[in-house]
């Protein structure tokens, strides 16, 4: 009888943490996404989707840079979630299971400075996209690190993943 109590409790937690992640993935969109804001103004877009890059990052309040960012991290831990359960893709061979990875045991803080230092160091490249800065400046490397000489699966989607990304940039700046 302990046991199913405890199985409840668990239940009803991990279903309050993943309603709060929903709710708060929805706030953050809803922030950064209507063009009412006047950051977004100065957004690219690229299909129907607003796609953020480093001069609208610099042109941001550090509240809204960390809105930003944790809005990546939720959507990236739901996705996570959501595969896991499903098991549709195991996620060592998904693109989310790389970002993860790469992301696995960064702060918010610690990828905040992340990009602002990259943004300092490259003004020259206000035109990419942050999220690209996250990937090839944060997940990349490590994954690149933790991959070498393993000849993994991962591996090879990775460079096949990183191969086709190079012909599929747009920006002529990086």
């Known amino acids: 009888m302990m046991l199913n109590i405890n199985k409840e409790v668990t239940m009803v937690k991990v279903t309050s943490w993943f309603m709060f992640c929903v709710v708060a993935m929805i706030v953050i969109m809803v922030i950064w996404a209507f063009p009412v ?24 309040s550090s509240l809204e840079q960390y809105a930003f960012l944790a809005g990546i991290v939720s959507m990236l831990e739901l996705e996570k979630e959501w595969q896991g359960q499903k098991g549709i893709l195991p ?10 990875a790469g992301l696995d045991g960064m702060s918010l803080i610690q990828i905040h400075s992340a990009v602002n230092s990259y943004s300092m160091n490259n003004p020259l490249k206000q ?7 996250l990937w090839s400046e944060l997940v990349q490397p ?8 393993s000849g993994s699966d991962t591996s090879t989607r990775l460079e096949q993943t990183m191969g086709s990304s190079k012909k599929q940039k747009t920006h002529s700046t990086y």
């Open 37 to 60: 804001n006047a950051h977004a103004q100065g957004t690219e877009q690229h299909g129907s989707a607003p796609v953020v890059t480093l001069k609208m990052w610099d042109s941001s």
């Open 91 to 100: 996620l060592r061979q998904s693109m989310i299971g790389s970002w993860c």
């Open 127 to 133: 035109d990419r996209l942050v999220l690209d800065v």
């Open 142 to 149: 490590k994954l690149k690190a933790t991959m070498s000489g």
